[in-house]
């Protein structure tokens, strides 16, 4: 009879690795109406509109929390969560939302939420990872009193960051996973910093009219697409890339690096538990 251990390290599907349709369907439909969220304004002119999605920020939270519970219940159907593996999403997003105001809440750039995020995500698979990116954020706004127009797109950021952890290569284990999971924190870090600067970037730049911006790093309402994509570009790299997203993705790269390894382990064992309790 094999050993629990010998059991838990196969690099075979564990919990919440299977997708089926109706996941995918809900993680697409999702992530498409996150980033039309974000990036409605390269498409249309963004004109009379409060200052940083006052006004559609809380309509998109109510349409992405149905979505985020139809997910649940697709993973139940897919077979990719169990009770043991929900119990597992409740404790780890009750750990992230006391860690990260303990820790500094993306305050000069250090932000602890997203190395358990990319941990879990990696062991309990994409959807595993993709909820527990939501559920994250939404506890941790709920816990802070941070809950602004801000926090939908915090989610869905975070949700694909689960996503893409449990979507790397699964037989790559050792000093190499480790090396993966860092690169993924940093390339993370920086991506989350690009997007959630696209949340607030037209409306607190957007003073160009009639297609004429009065400073180089201005949102013109109406103006081509490629024009305000490339003054959003070096907006974001003059005032996030080297300060903010660098320190979070230090911050990141550093708590896999040290932790990565033990954590993943207990993970798991977690993990493994759960399979072998339905077989």
Known sequence: MPRVDDRIDIPAPLVGVQLGWRSWSLIVASSLLGLFALGWPL??????MPTEHAADAPFILAAMLPLILLLVVAQISDGGLDSKALAML??????NAVIRPALGAGTAGVESVFFLIILAGRVFGPGFGFLLGYTSLFASALLTAGVGPWLPFQMMCAGWVGLAAGLLPRRVRG????????GLGVVAAYVFGVLLNLWFWPFVTGVGVDGVATGSLDY?????????LTSFL???LLTSTAGWDTGRAITTAVAILVLG???LT???RAAGMS????S
């Open 261 to 263: 390894r033990p954590l």
């Open 275 to 278: 399979r072998i309790s339905r």
């Open 266 to 268: 207990v993970l798991r």
């Open 43 to 48: 498409l249309l002119p963004a004109v009379d």
């Open 220 to 228: 013109v309402p109406g103006a081509p697409f490629l024009d305000n």
């Open 234 to 236: 070096w907006f974001t």
């Open 175 to 182: 000093k190499g996973e480790i090396a993966m999971l860092m």
């Open 90 to 95: 409740g404790v780890l997003s009750a750990i």
